[in-house]
């Protein structure tokens, strides 16, 4: 269901991030300043900022680069104004996949994608080719044992509770995703992951021949400046996945 999920994670793990943390604030730091200039600058009333803070959190962002973005957005410091949509197409093996795109500049990004998918054995789709396929949803990959991830995420609004190898993935919501993952720490479940996500509905078995093919694209459209996230429902076994990374 949330395999790149699980693909973004292994990489995590095995800091394949390391040499692009710089990328990676940059990232994060335009997601919070899109998110406050969209919503306003108080998380408490803002889910999604609050959620695009707590990512930049996660990955270690300065308190101050964290502020500062927040003020870009809503106004009080000089910012950039950004676009946000999607981008559709497919990976080798006919996986959808799903391009989060936050810019200030919509030629570049357009052009960045169209090579990345040319390069990689994909193919660039028409708008909605397949963004039927995904729905928002709060995303969670926690560890922990079940009784306790089970009683914690289902009394927070949690939807779903999936086991994932010596993990759980746990899907609410969007607007309670907080709330979960809130709920999950306080009972000492460890977090190793939590977005808002785009959820599919539908999976695509990959095999290990095409698995390389379909993850370096992923991984190609993921190295643009532009791109947020690249959502897509691949289902890669977990041997796999983990001789691939």
Do not use: C
Not at 121 to 150: C, H, R, W
Not at 167 to 191: F, H, N
């Amino acid at each position: 269901m949330a395999g790149h999920s699980k693909w973004a994670n292994i990489k995590h793990r095995k800091g394949r991030q390391d040499a692009k943390r710089g990328k990676l604030f940059a990232k994060l730091i335009r997601a919070i300043e899109a998110a406050a200039r969209t919503g306003g600058g108080d998380p408490a009333g803002n889910p999604t900022l609050a959620t695009a803070i707590q990512k930049a959190k996660d990955a270690s962002v300065p308190k101050d680069n964290i502020e500062r973005a927040v003020a870009r957005g809503s106004g009080d410091l000089d910012g950039v104004d950004y676009e946000e949509f999607y981008y559709e197409g497919y990976a080798p093996g006919g996986v959808a996949l799903y391009v989060h795109i936050l810019t200030d500049n919509r030629n570049r990004a357009a052009s960045d994608v169209r090579s990345a998918f040319n390069k990689n054995n994909g193919s660039l789709g028409e708008p909605g080719s397949v963004g039927y396929l995904f729905e928002q949803k709060g995303y969670i990959l926690a560890e922990g044992d079940e009784e306790t991830v089970m009683i914690a995420a289902l009394d927070a609004g949690a939807e779903d509770i999936t086991e994932s190898g010596d993990q759980w993935e746990v899907i609410s919501s969007a607007g309670d995703l907080t709330a979960v993952r809130e709920a999950l720490e306080s009972s000492g479940v460890e977090i190793a992951q939590a977005e808002v996500s785009q959820i599919a509905s539908i999976s695509v078995p990959v095999d290990a021949s095409t698995a390389p093919q379909v993850l370096r694209l992923v991984d190609a459209l993921e190295d643009l400046d532009d791109v947020q996230g690249v959502f897509a429902n691949f289902d890669i076994p977990d041997e796999v996945l983990a001789e691939v990374s």
